[in-house]
């Protein structure tokens, strides 16, 4: 993946206010494309509960897209 940085040379920006916690229920099948959880942005502490990916990435959308 470019710009992965696992090193921590710090030559990739990674700021908090990007920063996610995700975290996936027992009934997330991921080979039948089934995913729940909750997620939380770090930075906001808001958080949200899914029951598909497309509400995940709706959210995480949406936090990455409000203004600093």
């Known amino acids: ?3 992965h ?3 921590g040379s710090g030559a990739v920006s990674l ?3 990007r920063a996610f916690v995700v975290q996936f229920s027992a009934d997330t ?5 089934c995913f729940a959880g909750r ?3 770090i930075e906001s502490g808001r ?3 899914f029951a598909t ?6 959210f ?3 936090c990455l897209e409000e203004p600093p």
């Open 15 to 17: 700021p908090v206010s």
């Open 29 to 33: 099948l991921a080979s039948a494309n």
């Open 53 to 58: 990916l497309d509400e995940l990435v709706a």
């Open 1 to 3: 993946m470019s710009g």
């Open 47 to 49: 958080c949200r509960r």
């Open 60 to 62: 995480v959308t949406s």
């Open 5 to 7: 940085d696992e090193g």
């Open 39 to 41: 997620v939380e942005h």
